[in-house]
C-alpha cells in the first residue's frame, strides 16, 4: 500500500503477489493489485484481478466498477454499464459513499454509448437518405424520357433527330445549369432506338431552332415535382433527427435512484429530493434507511417537493419529448423491416410519398420510449429472418398480430423440445412467457424470475422485452389492443395452444374495439425447418404397477365417475398429460422430468354402458397393456371423435376444465357445456392420495435424503481439500447419487444450483459455461427433485461451508421459523391453503423482509411435481380448493437479496387429521413433515429463536439422525456431513439487538 500512495506501482504488484501466495482467499489483495494494473494501463490484467475478487465475494463494490473500466477501454459500452449499475447498488445495500466517482463513469459509459449509436444511426440514414434521392432521381429520369419519346412522335418525322437532340440539350442547360451527362446519354440513347422516330441525315448548323413551349413546361413541372420530393424527405429526416436527438435533462432534476426525470418529486427529513416511486421500493426492497443520508426513514416523513415540481412541470412543457414516461424496454424500429412489412407487393415506380410516409410513421414510433439501442449478445439468436417468415404467414391469414404460447396442445407445464415454438422464434429459454408478433414489431412477456434469462437470451434487436408486472409495463390483452385499435388488422392464435380462460379474456377486452381472436394453423411450424428442430418424443408407454398405484382402473373410474355424476355431467373430456396418466394407470417418457405420454380421453358417467376412450400414439403402447374395460384409439382420430359425441343427441352436460384447449371448446355446442367451467373431476381425486401412494411418498424420502446426504458430504469434503466444483458439476454429482437409489427414474425438474448472488434468482438455471463456483465464503442452495416409481418429491436446502455473515444467518433463522410455523399449523376443514401463507412469513415479517413466490404447492405421486387444486399462496384463484388429507404439498418459505445471497428451506409434507378434541363436530387436520433432511446448523441464529422451536429443531434433527444414520453407514464424508448438522443446539448465545431493516 505504501509503494501505491509512492505511485510505485510494479514493486505494490509484486507485494500483493507475495501477500496473494500466503492466503489466496483475500478478496482485497486482487482488487488492490487490479487498481495497480489500471494504473500501468494493463487491462487484462485488470480483468482476471477484478473476476478473482468477486467469484471470492460477489458483492465487492470496486471489483464490479473495475471491471466497468475494463469494458470502456474495450469499447463494450453495455457490459461497462451494467457493471457499474451493480456497483452503485451495492453502494446503497452497503451504505458507501464512493458512489459518486461510479456515477461519473456510469455517465462516461452511456455517453460513449450514445455516441456509437449515435454515429451508426447518422450513416444510416445517409446511406437511406442517398438511396431514396437516387429514387427520386431516377423517377425524374424515366418520366422526362416518356415525355421526351412522345414529344418525338409527334414531331415531323423528317425532321432532324440530330437538331432535336441539341434543342433538348439547351433546354436542360437552361432548366438545370448544367449538362447532366447521364440523361444526355440516355436521351441520345431513347431518340437512336425508338422505332417511331424517322431518323434521317440533316446539317450540323441547325441548332437553334425555336424550344416547344408545351415541352418546356412539361420537363420543367417534372423537375419541380422532383426538387419538392426531395425538399420534403430533408425536411422529414431534419424532424426525425430533431426527434431523435439527446434529451439532456438538466442533474438538479435527476433522480439520484433512477438517474431519471423527477416526475413526482418527494423530499426526506434530511433535505434530499427522490422520485416517490423510487425511494418507496428502495425502502420496500433494500432497506429502512435514506440511501445517500443512510439515516432511518420511512415512508410516511416522505414530503411533496412542491417547489421542483413546479419546476419539473415546466421543463416538461417545454421540452414535448418529455411528457411520455420512459417504458423500460427498448423499442427499436429498423427501416429496412418496415419496408418489408408494408411495401406493395406488386413494384411501383412511384412510391417516393409512400416511402416518406413510413419514414415519418417509424420516426413517431420512438417518441416516448427508451431509445437506447442494444448490443446483441453472443448468448442472443438472431431471429430477422424468422420474423419476415411468419410475418409473410401472417399476411396469408389476414392477420396482423399472431401469439405464441410457452404451452404444447394439453397445457403442460413442462414441453419437449418439439413442442417448444416460442424458444425457437424468440431465442428465449424460459419456462414462463408468452410471445406476441405484429407486423411492425415484436415482444416477449416473461415475470420477474426471468428478466435476467431474457435479456441474455432475447434477440434485443428484433424483439421487445417486456417486464410483466413492472410499473408502466401493459398486459399482453392491452398491449395487443392498442397494437390493433382503429385498424383493419385481426388478431390471430392457434387455439390448439391457447387455454379457454385466456381466450375468453382476450376477447372480452377485444369486443371493446370492435374486433375477435381468430384462430389459424401453427404458423411456427409452417416455418420452422424440419432439419433444425427436434424430433418428437415417442417413447414407449409402460404400466404403472398396482404395487404403486393403490387402485385398479375400474376403481379410479368409479370415483371419477361418481365425482361427475355428483356435477351433474354425462361426459368429461381430459386433455391434462397427468390426468390421463393416473387415470390408466399408464406412465411414459414424452415430457422432460415428467412420466407422461401424449394423450386425450373422453369418460361417460356411465362408463359401463359407454367405455372410457383413451387416444394415444398406438406404436407407442403394446394392446397387453391396454387398460380393461377401455377402448384405445389413435391420437389422430380424437378430433373427430370429439366432433361426433358433440353432435350426440344423447350426450347434453359435457365437462370442461378451465385450462382445456380453445379448440376443444370451440367444437362442443354451448348449449352442451356444463358451465361454469371447473376443476377436472380427475384433478380432484388424484389430489387426495390412497392408501399405497401415502406410503409410497413416505417411504421414498428416505431414498432421496440418502441421495442428497451423500451429495452433501461429497461436496463438504472437496471443498476442505481445496477441490474447485462449480453449479453444474455439483448438480451432476448429485444426479449421479440420485442414480443409486431403488425406484428412481429421472429428476422431477431441472435442478436449481446456484452459489452466492445468484441464489437470489428464484428460478435460476446454471449453465456449464457460466456456471459459478462454489465456495466457503459463499451460500449455496440446490433445490432438486426425484421421480421414483412410487413417489416425487421436490426439497430445497440453502448450506454454508465457512463463515457466513450476520445477515445471511438472520434471513436463514427467519425462513427456517416460517417452514416451522406453517409446518405446526392445525387447522379446521374446509379452510383454503391461501389462509395459512401468512403463517409462512410473519417471522419474516418482523425484519422488514419477504418473499415473492407462494408458500407451498401440491405435489403428485410419480407425476407432477406442481400439482393443482390445493395450494398455500394468498392471491385468490377461483379454481383452488379446500385442503383435505392425503393432500402432499411444499413448505418453501425463502429470502432473496439481489445480487447478494438467497435463502429458501423446503420440505414435502402430508396433510393429516389432526387428534384435537372437535367442536360442533368439526374436523382438523395439521400437516406431517415427511423430508428427512437436516437443516443447516451453521446458519441458524439460535438468539432469534423461541424454546419451543429450538425443542422442534433438536427433535427433528435427533429423528433424521437415527433413521438416515444407519443408511449412511460406509460413507464417512456422509456422516460427517449428518453429525455436524444434527448435534444439539443446546443453549441461546446472547448477542446484541441489531437491526437489519
Known amino acids: 500500500n505504501k509503494h501505491f500512495l509512492q505511485k510505485k506501482y510494479n514493486d505494490a504488484i509484486h507485494c500483493y503477489n507475495q501477500a496473494l501466495k500466503q492466503n489466496g482467499e483475500k478478496a482485497i489483495y486482487y482488487v488492490n493489485r487490479a487498481l495497480c494494473y489500471i494504473k500501468l494501463k494493463q487491462w487484462d490484467k485488470v480483468y482476471q484481478d477484478a473476476r478473482h475478487c468477486l467469484d471470492l465475494d460477489p458483492n465487492y463494490i470496486k471489483a464490479h466498477a473495475y471491471l466497468g473500466q475494463y469494458y470502456i477501454e474495450q469499447q463494450r459500452y453495455d457490459e461497462a454499464i451494467t457493471y457499474f449499475k451493480q456497483a452503485l447498488e451495492l453502494c446503497k445495500i452497503q451504505n458507501k459513499n464512493f458512489g459518486d466517482e461510479i456515477q461519473r463513469l456510469l455517465r462516461y459509459a452511456q455517453k460513449r454509448r450514445f455516441s456509437i449509436m449515435e454515429h451508426k444511426r447518422i450513416e444510416n440514414e445517409i446511406s437511406l437518405q442517398t438511396y431514396l434521392r437516387s429514387l427520386i432521381q431516377t423517377d425524374k429520369e424515366r418520366r422526362m424520357q416518356l415525355r421526351i419519346e412522345k414529344y418525338l412522335e409527334d414531331k415531323d418525322p423528317t425532321q432532324s433527330s440530330t ?205 416516448g420510449v427508451n431509445t437506447n439501442q442494444c448490443t446483441p449478445l453472443s448468448t442472443q439468436k438472431n431471429t430477422s429472418t424468422i420474423l419476415a417468415q ?77 417486464r410483466d408486472r413492472d410499473p408502466g409495463v401493459p398486459t399482453i390483452i392491452d398491449w395487443i389492443v392498442s397494437e390493433l385499435n382503429q385498424t383493419a388488422l385481426r388478431p390471430g392464435t392457434t387455439a390448439v395452444f391457447t387455454s379457454t380462460s385466456w381466450w375468453t379474456s382476450a376477447n372480452s377486452a377485444l369486443k371493446i374495439i370492435g374486433k375477435e381472436l381468430r384462430s389459424v394453423e401453427d404458423l411456427v411450424s409452417r416455418i420452422w425447418p424440419s432439419s433444425e428442430r427436434p424430433k418428437e418424443l415417442q417413447g414407449q408407454i409402460f404400466t404403472h404397477d398396482i404395487e404403486y398405484a393403490g387402485e385398479t382402473v375400474a376403481q379410479k373410474l368409479n370415483r371419477t365417475t361418481a365425482e361427475m355424476k355428483r356435477l351433474g355431467a354425462t361426459t368429461a373430456v381430459i386433455s391434462a398429460l397427468d390426468e390421463t396418466a393416473w387415470l390408466f394407470n399408464l406412465r411414459g417418457t414424452d415430457i422432460p422430468f415428467n412420466p407422461f405420454f401424449k394423450s386425450y380421453a373422453i369418460i361417460h358417467a356411465d362408463y359401463q354402458v359407454n367405455q372410457p376412450e383413451l387416444f394415444v400414439n398406438l406404436a407407442q403402447l403394446n394392446v397387453s397393456q391396454y387398460p380393461p374395460g377401455v377402448r384405445v384409439f389413435n391420437n389422430s382420430i380424437f378430433w373427430s371423435r370429439l366432433n361426433q359425441i358433440s353432435t350426440n343427441a344423447s350426450i347434453n352436460r359435457i365437462m370442461l376444465n378451465t385450462k382445456i384447449s380453445q379448440a376443444i371448446l370451440n367444437l362442443i355446442p354451448e348449449n352442451k357445456l356444463l358451465l361454469p367451467l371447473s376443476n377436472s373431476p380427475v384433478q380432484r381425486i388424484k389430489a387426495r392420495k390412497n392408501a399405497k401412494e401415502r406410503k409410497g411418498m413416505q417411504d421414498c424420502q428416505l431414498r432421496d435424503a440418502v441421495a442428497r446426504m451423500k451429495h452433501l458430504g461429497w461436496l463438504e469434503k472437496q471443498l476442505d481439500e481445496g477441490k474447485s466444483i462449480n453449479e453444474t458439476q455439483s448438480s451432476d454429482q448429485l444426479l449421479v447419487y440420485q442414480q443409486q437409489q431403488d425406484r428412481f427414474q429421472f429428476p422431477s425438474f431441472r435442478a436449481i444450483t446456484a452459489s452466492g448472488d445468484r441464489a437470489a434468482i428464484v428460478h435460476y438455471s446454471a449453465a456449464p459455461e457460466t456456471a459459478q463456483l462454489i465456495t466457503k465464503n459463499k451460500v449455496y442452495l440446490l433445490d432438486a427433485g426425484s421421480q421414483y416409481l412410487d413417489c416425487t418429491t421436490d426439497i430445497t436446502r440453502t448450506h454454508h461451508f465457512g463463515v457466513p455473515k450476520d445477515l445471511e444467518k438472520r434471513a436463514y433463522t427467519r425462513v427456517l421459523q416460517g417452514v416451522i410455523d406453517i409446518a405446526e399449523a392445525v387447522f379446521p376443514t374446509g379452510t383454503y391453503g391461501r389462509s395459512l401463507d401468512h403463517l409462512g412469513r410473519m417471522s419474516l415479517y418482523r425484519d422488514g423482509m419477504t418473499f415473492g413466490h407462494g408458500v407451498g404447492h401440491g405435489i403428485g405421486h410419480f407425476l407432477s411435481v406442481h400439482e393443482g387444486p390445493q395450494r398455500i399462496a394468498s392471491p385468490y384463484n377461483a379454481l383452488e380448493e379446500t385442503l383435505a388429507d392425503g393432500v402432499f404439498l411444499s413448505d418453501e418459505p425463502g429470502f432473496y437479496k439481489p445480487g447478494d445471497f438467497g435463502i429458501r428451506i423446503e420440505n414435502d409434507m402430508e396433510v393429516v387429521l389432526a387428534n384435537k378434541s372437535s367442536y360442533e363436530n368439526r374436523q382438523y387436520l395439521r400437516f406431517n413433515t415427511i423430508t428427512l433432511l437436516p437443516y443447516e446448523r451453521s446458519l441458524i441464529d439460535a438468539s432469534l429463536l423461541t424454546n419451543a422451536q429450538l425443542n422442534t429443531i433438536n427433535q427433528y434433527h435427533a429423528k433424521v439422525r437415527d433413521i438416515l444414520e444407519p443408511l449412511l453407514q460406509g460413507d464417512e464424508a456422509a456422516l460427517h456431513a449428518l453429525h455436524t448438522r444434527t448435534a444439539s443446539i443446546d443453549s441461546i448465545p446472547t448477542i446484541p439487538n441489531l437491526s437489519y431493516i
Open 390 to 466: 411468419i410475418r409473410q404467414e401472417m399476411q396469408k391469414e389476414d392477420i396482423g398480430l399472431y401469439v405464441v404460447f410457452a404451452d404444447d396442445e394439453h397445457g403442460s407445464e413442462y414441453t419437449q423440445a418439439y413442442d417448444k415454438r416460442r424458444d425457437w422464434l424468440t431465442g428465449f429459454r424460459g419456462s414462463a412467457g408468452t410471445a406476441v408478433v405484429s407486423l411492425r414489431t415484436a415482444a416477449l412477456w416473461t415475470d420477474s424470475r426471468y428478466f435476467t434469462q431474457a435479456e441474455e437470451q432475447l434477440d434485443c434487436a428484433n424483439w421487445l422485452l417486456m
Open 163 to 367: 437538331n432535336t437532340l441539341s434543342i433538348l440539350k439547351q433546354f436542360l442547360s437552361k432548366i438545370t445549369n448544367r449538362h447532366n451527362q447521364q440523361i444526355t446519354t440516355n436521351l441520345a440513347s431513347v431518340v437512336s432506338v425508338s422505332p417511331k422516330v424517322a431518323t434521317t441525315t440533316t446539317h450540323n448548323n441547325e441548332m437553334n431552332v425555336a424550344i416547344d413551349q408545351q415541352l418546356e413546361q412539361a420537363l420543367q413541372d417534372i423537375e419541380q415535382s422532383a426538387d419538392q420530393s426531395i425538399n420534403e424527405m430533408n425536411t422529414l429526416f431534419n424532424e426525425v433527427d430533431v426527434r431523435r436527438k439527446r434529451r439532456e435533462i438538466p442533474e438538479y432534476l435527476t433522480c439520484k435512484l433512477c438517474y431519471d426525470l423527477m416526475r413526482d418529486p418527494v423530499i426526506t427529513p434530511f433535505g434530499i429530493t427522490y422520485c416517490r416511486s423510487c425511494i418507496e421500493e428502495n425502502l420496500y426492497k433494500v432497506s429502512h434507511l435514506d440511501p445517500i443520508a443512510n439515516k432511518p426513514l420511512v415512508v410516511d416523513q416522505l414530503v411533496n417537493n412542491l417547489v421542483l415540481k413546479e419546476i419539473v412541470e415546466k421543463f416538461i412543457k417545454e421540452n414535448e419529448w418529455a411528457k411520455i414516461r420512459p417504458q423500460r424496454f427498448a423499442i427499436q424500429y429498423s427501416t429496412r423491416l418496415v419496408l418489408q412489412a408494408f411495401l406493395p407487393k406488386e413494384p411501383v415506380l412511384d412510391m417516393l410519398h409512400f416511402v416518406l410516409v413510413l419514414i415519418a410513421i417509424a420516426s413517431s414510433f420512438s417518441d
